[in-house]
Every structure is written in structure tokens, then in C-alpha cells.
């Protein structure tokens, strides 16, 4: 394998680490300030949305909306940890750096990096195999039944109370419809997967910001209908037991941590890439507090744990469905990114490989299908994997890459926020492995 010299964390010198081959020549290409920003938005924004207002119903609204500023704050800040970070280590004369691993590579070794690259792939992957099962549940909840069934493989979000209510599954010529779209997407996503670049992705991304911009308007229209007619009883506080769950759920919906680097590294105008990062969760934060706060506000204590449960079955509930269906089709390529680095990086020397990429949208296809009650694993992976990734190792690398240039304010931040992430990865695993093991289903 190729190899390069890396850094140690205090220098660059003879006694550093080697980085693994990483694709060193720079992408001729880089992405303009919008291209950016779109591409930051479709990183971040997912279909957690559609678990908000749950959420707001089980915290109360006002909870819900402070623990989403605290997270949007503490994941932006977080993000600017791992690029601070990187800027760091290259300014000491470093090799250029293009992900997370590369970063954790240089300042703890090939143990370090194993570990990251394996939660990345883990979160990754895990969150395309979500994407995958919502895109063939939803379409075939659109030729369902309009009553709801039992289906654990339709993607929702971890719940205290486990409801699970959701469409029937409509089957062709004996084929569960769920399988045979999911067979459908895979050739296309093959086709996306192939594109080399971010850069090329990002027009990609700003059509699909603006579908799943659109359908989100369309359903907070309608929640604020409805919440003038109806006005139900409302929250604000509830109890101090769901706090956790909140956060939860708040973290999945801003995850996103490892498509940073790789954003950074082709964006045209470095130097504004934290300001359009932090107008992008800005804008995601001010969108994902109106829609949870009236999703909620339209049905009360009614409120599903997929809010398009509550619309019915009907023609728009059925166009915005499949508005988020194209939304997550065009994510699809974009969250994979950071895997096929990895992938690459580790059995290809650092080059691009059409092979490795098809083997993992296929590996990746075939979990969505094959996987049951898949919401139980992606909520434990969401409390530990992304959690650690989001929140405890940018803080331990800048500690450990900056401690003598930082202030001690600064290290004293990163300090409080490894102890807040240890805690709650801890919490929120041990709470998903018991949910996973004594599952509580309702009728």
C-alpha cells in the first residue's frame, strides 16, 4: 500500500504515524457556496423530521424545542471541532486530510482510525439502509390498505410506549411490493453511487432540498389547518424521564458528522465553509422546530410516531410520501460517500473502485430487505455509534491536537462535552438494548 507521511499530535515530524493512501490528488472540481450549502442541507436533513412531532407530544413542545436548539448548537459546534482540527494538524505540516479517519489516523494511529472508519460505515450504511426501507414502505403503503398494520420493518423512531401502527404491505404477483422497489432502486443507485465527486452530486442535492422542502410545507400547512379547527389540549412540559429519548431523537435528526471533512475538502471557499454550515443548521433547526411544533399542535395526544400517519390515506398524504421518497433517493449517493472513502481507503489504496462501491450499495440493499424490526438496530446505533461520533471523538481529537494552543475555556468545553456524550451513549444504549430484548407492543 501507499503511504504517506501523517502527524503525530504535537508535530508532523520523523516520528508521526503514516497515513494510508487517501486520494491525494485534489478534485479539480470544488463545490461553490450554494453547492455547498445544498449539500450540507441534504447531509443533515433526513427522515428523522417525520419522528418530531412525536416527540414534541412525549417532551411537551417547549422541551422539544430547547433540546433542539442545545443539540443543533453542540452538533455545529462539534462539526467546527473536527475542521479546526484538521486545519490544525495540516498547518503543522501534515498531509492534506479528506476525512474523519484521516484525522483520527494521525493523531491515534490505525486503532483509532479502525474505530472511526467502522462507526462511520456502521452510521453510514445504517442510515441508507433506512433511507432504503422507507423508500419501498412508503411506496407501497401508496398502494396499500388504508388501515394500519403490524410492520416492523417500516422505518419509524425509537418510542417509549413502542407504537408501531403502520400501513399494510401491498403485494405483486406474490412479491412483497417493499422487496420489489427496493430491487427497482438498486440498478439507479448503482448509476449515483458511481459519481466520483461531491461536486457533481450537488445539483442532485439542491433538487432534492427542494422536494423535501416542498412536502414538509405542504404537511405544516396542513397541521396548521387542522390545529385551527381542532385545538387540542397541549404540552409543554412532561416529565424529566423522557429527556433522553428527546435527545435521542434530536441527535439522529441532526447526524451528519461524517460527511463534514468531505465537504469541506471540496468546497471552493474554505474559509466561508463554518459560516454556511451554521446558516445550514440554522435554517434546519428553524424548519425542524415549525414542523414538530405543529405537527403536534394539529393532533395532540393523537400524534403518531410518523406524523403522515396522522394525515390518512389520500391523495396528499400519498404525493408527500413519495416527495420524500425522491428526497431520500438522491440522499442516498451523498451518505454513502464517507463508506466508499472508507472502503476504498482500505482495499483499493486510497483509488476509486465502481466494484467496491456497487458491493456496498448491494450489501447495503440486501440489509434493508433482510434485517427485521431494523428500527430497534438503528436506534441502538444511533445512541452509541452516532453519538460517539457526533460529540465525543471531535472533542477528544481537539483536545489532544490543540491542547497547547487553546485556551483553557476551549478545553474545558471539550471536557464537558466528552462526559455529556459518554453519558448519554451510555444511557441511550443500555435504554435501546432493553427495548430490543423485552420489546413492548401495543394493539
Known amino acids: 500500500m501507499v503511504m504517506e507521511r501523517g502527524a503525530s499530535s504535537n508535530n508532523c515530524g520523523e516520528n508521526s504515524p503514516l497515513l494510508p493512501a487517501y486520494r491525494h490528488k485534489r478534485e479539480e472540481l470544488l463545490s461553490s457556496t450554494w453547492k455547498s450549502f445544498g449539500n450540507i442541507l441534504i447531509a443533515i436533513v433526513g427522515a428523522g423530521v417525520l419522528g418530531l412531532p412525536y416527540t414534541f407530544k412525549t417532551t411537551g413542545w417547549l422541551t422539544g424545542i430547547i433540546m433542539l436548539g442545545i443539540v443543533a448548537a453542540l ?17 503543522d505540516g501534515c498531509v492534506k486530510m479528506g476525512s474523519f479517519g484521516d484525522v483520527a489516523f494521525t493523531i491515534s494511529g490505525s486503532n483509532g482510525k479502525l474505530m472511526v472508519d467502522f462507526m462511520i460505515v456502521l452510521s453510514q450504511a445504517g442510515f441508507c439502509v433506512s433511507y432504503l426501507i422507507f423508500i419501498g414502505n412508503s ?6 390498505k388504508p388501515e394500519p398494520m403490524m410492520n416492523y420493518n417500516y422505518l419509524h423512531f425509537p418510542s417509549p410506549s413502542s407504537n408501531k401502527f403502520l400501513l399494510g404491505e401491498y403485494k405483486i404477483l406474490g412479491i412483497a411490493a417493499k422487496t420489489l422497489f427496493i430491487w427497482i432502486v438498486f440498478p439507479f443507485q448503482i448509476g449515483l453511487n458511481a459519481i466520483r465527486t461531491l461536486t457533481h452530486l450537488a445539483p442532485l442535492s439542491i433538487f432534492a ?3 423535501d422542502i416542498a412536502a414538509m410545507v405542504v404537511v405544516m400547512v396542513d397541521d396548521l389547518v387542522t390545529y385551527l ?3 387540542p389540549d397541549l404540552q409543554a412540559f412532561t416529565s424529566l424521564s423522557v429527556i433522553p429519548y428527546g435527545i435521542g431523537v434530536a441527535i439522529y435528526a441532526f447526524e451528519g458528522i461524517g460527511m463534514v471533512l468531505p465537504l469541506e475538502v471540496v468546497a471552493d471557499k474554505k474559509h466561508k465553509f463554518g459560516g454556511i454550515l451554521g446558516l445550514a443548521i440554522l435554517l434546519i ?6 414542523f414538530g411544533t405543529l405537527g403536534y399542535f394539529a393532533f395532540g395526544a393523537e400524534t403518531r410516531d ?5 394525515l390518512g390515506k389520500n391523495l396528499m398524504t400519498d404525493m408527500v410520501q413519495l ?31 465502481l466494484l467496491l462501491r456497487s458491493l456496498s450499495v448491494l450489501c447495503t440493499t440486501l440489509v434493508a430487505m433482510l434485517v427485521p424490526n431494523f428500527a430497534d438496530f438503528l436506534s441502538l446505533v444511533g445512541s452509541s455509534v452516532c453519538c460517539a461520533l457526533g460529540f465525543v471523538f471531535p472533542a477528544i481529537f481537539h483536545m489532544i491536537a490543540c491542547r497547547r494552543d487553546c485556551p483553557k475555556i476551549q478545553l474545558l468545553a471539550d471536557a464537558l462535552i466528552i462526559c ?15 427495548n430490543i430484548l423485552s420489546p413492548v407492543v401495543q394493539n
Open 229 to 231: 379547527n381542532n385545538r
Open 139 to 144: 411506496l407501497s403503503s401508496i398502494l396499500s
Open 75 to 91: 452538533t455545529y459546534y462539534c462539526m467546527m471541532l473536527l475542521v479546526w482540527t484538521k486545519r490544525k494538524l495540516e498547518n
Open 323 to 353: 416527495a420524500l421518497c425522491i428526497n431520500l433517493f438522491f440522499t442516498f449517493p451523498l451518505m454513502m460517500t464517507p463508506v466508499h472513502e472508507v472502503m476504498e481507503s482500505r482495499f483499493n489504496k486510497g483509488e476509486y473502485s
Open 306 to 310: 410518523i406524523i403522515t400517519l396522522n
Open 285 to 290: 433547526t428553524l424548519t425542524y422546530g415549525c
Open 209 to 211: 432540498d427542494v422536494v
Open 420 to 434: 455529556f456524550g459518554t453519558v448519554f451513549a451510555v444511557l441511550g444504549t443500555t435504554s435501546s438494548v432493553k
